[in-house]
């Protein structure tokens, strides 16, 4: 699943020792931008490097997976990420200098002898 948001709060690290070695993971909120403002807060396990990289108020691509698990009759949901991609900022739009354009000169007259000026297209 993916999903676009922007970085809400990025909540303090957790880590721990496992039969597996050392775990490190850091919850993030972020809101989605629609009219009514939702957020889901995504876990990156072992993700430092990624999670370093996040501010508040960045606009993010976030591929994550979902699953659901029972403990004790009671069910529980984590929303992993495992993949982050900061939206790039656009660049406000640079408009190039107009280049100098040489002075507009007088046509020559077409009908010779007439000093009269007559401006109609036909």
């Given at each position: 699943?993916?999903?676009?948001?922007?970085v809400?709060?990025?909540l303090p690290?957790?880590?721990?020792?496992?039969?597996?070695?050392?775990?490190?993971?850091?919850?993030?909120?972020f809101?989605?931008?629609?009219?009514?403002?939702?957020?889901?807060?995504?876990?990156?396990?072992?993700?430092?490097?990624?999670?370093?990289q996040?501010?508040?108020?960045?606009?993010?691509t976030v591929s994550?997976?979902?699953e659901?698990r029972e403990?004790n009759?009671?069910?529980?949901?984590?929303?992993?990420a495992?993949?982050?991609?900061?939206?790039a900022a656009?660049?406000?739009?640079?408009?190039?200098?107009?280049?100098?354009?040489?002075?507009?000169?007088?046509?020559?007259?077409?009908?010779?002898?007439?000093?009269e000026v007559?401006d109609l297209?036909?």
């Open positions: 699943m993916e999903f676009e948001g922007v809400y709060k990025i690290p957790t880590s721990g020792t496992s039969a597996r070695g050392d775990w490190k993971r850091q919850d993030v909120v809101e989605l931008p629609q009219e009514f403002s939702r957020k889901i807060c995504v876990t990156f396990f072992n993700k430092d490097s990624e999670v370093s996040l501010r508040e108020g960045m606009t993010c994550v997976n979902v659901s403990y009759g009671r069910w529980y949901t984590d929303v992993k495992w993949r982050i991609q900061p939206k656009e660049a406000p739009a640079q408009t190039a200098p107009m280049p100098e354009m040489p002075p507009i000169m007088e046509e020559p007259g077409y009908a010779s002898g007439t000093t007559d297209p036909f």
